[in-house]
Structures are given as structure tokens and as C-alpha cells.
């Protein structure tokens, strides 16, 4: 079956697409992927601008959001045809659209309109797919341990994975120890001070950041919030950290702030790692393009090896894409789609809605077994 997984992230700039052709091996234990195209489509200026100024602590009118929701559907189908066009047909989409607002147990919200897609594609649709986590009592977020457990499951060690998106995430692939959280920024607050200072979207290479000196007072001051000691499950977003998170530190050299920020993500991440005894930790992400980043990131983690997603036939930049690819294969067979010991949910849920393409809507028979494992090829 070849679905084709939509994703945007924290970071907004755009969409990540990515085809995976999914097979069960035979006796029905494991699920093989097969990365047969990925891309990333930017969001048009106009299009980004609107996001960001809808994005906390921005106000917008319901006119507006009515709106964005309709350009981001379109825009999402646009990106859909773009690679069915590119790389072949597809059984299936599932997109995960623009995160808006994401208030843990207080509700999620994603735009991008599927109809758009399905429409436009003629495919089914899986889209929607925090919104039942929330409702079984789980905060929706992270989704990313559905991929990272079944990538991870059987290796050797004390294994882990982390997202550096705009958000970071961590995933504890360990046998009886399994668990995963949002850590706190990844991204986010280093971009909004690299567009603030330089007027770039983020601090290419981490270069300007290389040259700064890490202000301890200021970072003492961010390592403070409350969030960093709140136990799991625990999930944030850019209603916590917003370019408004950073009021107040302005005053200081822009290679210096950028300096500081890149080390509060190294340390915010690293804590986590040493706390799970981790000794090999799968990365991903747009941090991975952040040499500074991962050179702060690799002394505090204290000997845990940091394993490039690719080295498991996964591109760094294609995981989340590919993350949704495998919550619409999950969703089309009736499986649960998110994991409750890192959601909190109340127990296993088949997550998302499904939008009808041209054809009339017809599921699958149940599997008889359910694949623990997923190896990418």
C-alpha cells in the first residue's frame, strides 16, 4: 500500500511530503517501508506571514482562521500533486496540516482543510489525527514515538530518538522503560531571534551563533520555567514558546542571544538523554543542519552516540513526513495511532478522520496479527 504523509511542522516553513510503500513481511510481524519520494514544498511569504501572525500571542478574527484553513487545504493538495505527479500513485493521504494552537489536555488545533486534497487528489484523506488522543484523555502530542518505537524495536542497548524541530521531542525506546515528551525549544526560539536580529528565518548553519559567548545570567534566567520539571507526559508548543518568550532579551549582541538560545535547546535536550541512561540516540529534524547545534549537543549528552536518521534509511528531513505516513497506514487497517504511555491517554486509540476521495470508501479486512517492527529501506 503506498500513502503519501503531509506534514507541517513548528518551524512553518513549509511542507514536508513524503511517499512510503508499506508492506507486511510474511507471518505478519513486521512492517517494511519503502521511501519511494520525499519533498519539501515552502510556503508562499504571503502564506507563511499569515501563519505566524495567527500563531500565539497573535489575535486573529474567526473570518481569518476560516480563511487560513482553506488556503493551507489548498495548499496542502498542491503539495500532494506535486509528488504524485513526481514519483507515481498513491492509495492513500495523510496529513497532518498547520498546528495552530495546541493546548495539551485544553484542546489541539491543525488547519489545512482535507477536502481540498481529496478533491483535488482524489484519494482518501486521514486527517485530524490529535483530536481522539485529546479525547481519551491524552494530550495529543508526541505522535512521533508510533515511528520511533517500531524503527527502534529490537535493537540492542539503551536506544532513543529526538526531533529537533521547532519543538524537541524524545522518544526512550527502551524495553519496559518506554516513554516520550516534548523536552521543551528546539528550533523555535533560535529562529525567532535569528528573524528578529539578522531579518532571516533561522541562523543558517548555526554560524552566527558560533561566534556569540553563552550569557549565563540569561540562560539561568530560561532554565527557570516551570515547564523543564513538569513529569511526563508533557507536551508544548509555541503558545509557551513564542517570540513573546523572549521580551526583555533584546538588550543583548545578537551573536550572543543566538549563542545562548542554541545552548538552552543543547542543555533542555541533553538533561533528558542523561536521564534515561541513553547510549544511542537516533536525530532528526531541521537542527540536524546545525552543526553548532550538535557539537553543544554532543559533549552534554556524556557518551551517548548520536545516530543520524539516515544511518536507519530514514532522511532527517523526511521523518515526520514519513511519521504520518505510517499513522495513515495504521489508521486504514483500525490500529491505534498513538502511543498512551506518552500521550497519557487512556488507553490505545485509532486516531484521525477519514475524508472519501473519488471511489467509495472501502476499508480493509482486520489484520490478524499487528507489526511491532517497521524497517525502512
Known amino acids: ?37 520525499h519533498a519539501t514544498t515552502a510556503y ?5 506571514a499569515a501563519i505566524r501572525a495567527a500563531l ?51 484542546g489541539t488545533l491543525q488547519l489545512g482543510q482535507p477536502a481540498w486534497i481529496a478533491e483535488r487528489t482524489g484519494l482518501p484523506v486521514v486527517a485530524d489525527v490529535r483530536v481522539r488522543d485529546v479525547a481519551a484523555g491524552g494530550q495529543g502530542a508526541p505522535l512521533a514515538p508510533v515511528l520511533d518505537l517500531m524503527l527502534l524495536a ?32 528546539g528550533n523555535a526560539l533560535i529562529d525567532a531571534a535569528a528573524l528578529a536580529v539578522t531579518g532571516e528565518p533561522y541562523d543558517r548553519g548555526g554560524a552566527l551563533a558560533a561566534t556569540g559567548t553563552v550569557r549565563t545570567e540569561l540562560l539561568d534566567r530560561l532554565l527557570v520555567d516551570p515547564y523543564y520539571a513538569r513529569t511526563p507526559p508533557k507536551s508544548t508548543g509555541k503558545e509557551l514558546f513564542s517570540p513573546a518568550y523572549l521580551d526583555g532579551a533584546g538588550s543583548y549582541p545578537p551573536a550572543d542571544l543566538l549563542a545562548t538560545l542554541t545552548e538552552l535547546t543543547a542543555v533542555t535536550v541533553a538533561a533528558e538523554i542523561r536521564r534515561h541512561r541513553l547510549d544511542h540516540v537516533v536525530i532528526s529534524g531541521g537542527g540536524v543542519h546545525n552543526p553548532t547545534l550538535l557539537d553543544r549537543l554532543t559533549r552534554m549528552a556524556q557518551g551517548a552516540t ?6 536507519l534509511g530514514l ?11 505510517l499513522v495513515g497506514w495504521l489508521t486504514w487497517h483500525g490500529l491505534p495511532g498513538a502511543v498512551p504511555a506518552a500521550t497519557g491517554a487512556r488507553g490505545p486509540r485509532v486516531v484521525g478522520a477519514i475524508t472519501p476521495g473519488a471511489e467509495p470508501l472501502r476499508l480493509p479486512a482486520p489484520l490478524t496479527k499487528v507489526p511491532h517492527k517497521l524497517t525502512m529501506e
Open 1 to 37: 500500500m503506498r500513502v503519501l504523509g503531509l506534514s507541517s511542522g513548528t518551524s512553518h516553513d513549509g511542507i514536508d511530503a513524503a511517499l512510503v510503500e508499506f508492506s507486511v513481511t510474511p507471518g505478519g510481524a513486521d512492517l517494511r517501508g519503502r521511501l519511494l519520494h
Open 44 to 48: 508562499e511569504p504571503a502564506l507563511r
Open 306 to 311: 548520536l545516530v543520524r536518521s539516515e544511518d
Open 154 to 185: 529490537g535493537k540492542k542497548g539503551r536506544w532513543g530518538a529526538v526531533n529537533l524541530g521547532g519543538i524537541a521531542n524524545l522518544t526512550v525506546a527502551v524495553p519496559g522503560e518506554a516513554t516520550a515528551y516534548d523536552t521543551g525549544p
Open 56 to 106: 500565539p500571542p497573535g489575535k486573529v478574527r474567526l473570518g481569518d482562521v476560516c480563511g487560513l484553513d482553506t488556503r493551507l487545504g489548498q495548499a496542502f493538495a498542491g503539495a500532494a500533486t506535486a509528488v504524485l505527479d513526481a514519483a507515481g500513485p498513491a492509495d492513500l493521504v495523510c496529513s497532518h496540516g498547520q498546528t495552530l494552537f495546541h493546548a495539551a489536555t485544553g
Open 315 to 325: 532522511p532527517a528531513d523526511a521523518k515526520e513526513a514519513v511519521l504520518f505516513a
